[in-house]
């Protein structure tokens, strides 16, 4: 098994030495994640609300602005997103050939754009249904992106597959893992709501060092017990 002191302390010593770098890449990745987007359309929606009275010139708007986001999402930021997570995968060898665009090219662009999508898709439909599902499927495909990262050539239904195996029985203690970054995001919100932006680095830094934890413990094969 793995605890959660053990993988934050491996995720902080990645950092020594590369933490500004990481800083910029972290950024970018949050910047180009669903969580931030979902606040950028919260707050086009509400200006567009307050700005406009004509409820179908207002609806025309925010359908337009949502769709244009959602290609962005799909076709640029989701690609620059796996390149941030395969840097934080790469971070204690100190890679020096690292790009964020790498997944532009190289053959790699087609296929990362749709597994990327129909993970998003998927999880996105069970939240349609229920929160609970939505919730459960986006810890099962929680590590499709650092799958995707390492093998940019891999099947959506590989991916999905993989990280479904490598969460299970984890998805409890992957969100009590996010829980002790409580702490340090409401140290973050104290500096003007921009502070918490230091402290992405830290928290990718420790994902990616599950993702490489969970995968050793699910490929490490199970001692045979002694024959009676």
């Known amino acids: 098994m793995w605890e959660n002191y053990e993988v934050k302390n491996k995720g902080w010593n990645n950092l020594k030495g590369k ?16 969580e931030c987007l979902n606040e950028v359309i919260s707050n086009i929606v509400t200006f567009l609300l307050n700005t406009y009275t004509m409820p179908l010139q207002t609806a025309l708007t925010i359908i337009g602005v949502s769709v ?10 989701n690609l620059l997103r796996i390149g941030g997570l395969k840097y934080y995968l790469d971070l204690p060898k100190g890679e020096s050939d690292f790009s964020l665009i790498q997944y532009y090219t190289g053959g790699h662009y087609s296929n990362v754009v749709k597994v990327t999508f129909l993970r998003g898709l998927k999880v996105f439909l069970y939240y349609l249904l229920l929160f609970v599902p939505g919730v459960i499927k986006r810890y099962e495909y929680y590590f499709v992106g650092y799958i995707v990262a390492e093998n940019p ?5 590989e991916a999905l597959r993989r990280s479904t195996e490598l969460t299970e029985g984890h998805k409890v203690n992957i969100w009590i893992l996010e829980l002790t970054f409580i702490g340090w995001f409401l140290l973050g919100i104290l500096f003007f709501g921009w502070g918490i ?4 680095p830290y928290f990718y830094a420790t994902i990616a060092e599950l993702y ?4 050793t413990l699910h490929d490490t094969p199970t001692p045979a017990l002694p024959e009676e």
């Open 153 to 157: 050539e891999i099947s959506t239904y």
């Open 19 to 34: 933490y500004w770098k990481s800083f910029l890449v972290g950024l970018v990745v949050y910047f180009a994640s669903f």
């Open 68 to 77: 244009v986001i959602l290609i962005l999402k799909v076709f640029l930021l």
């Open 212 to 215: 490489k934890t969970l995968k």
């Open 197 to 200: 932006v230091f402290v992405y």
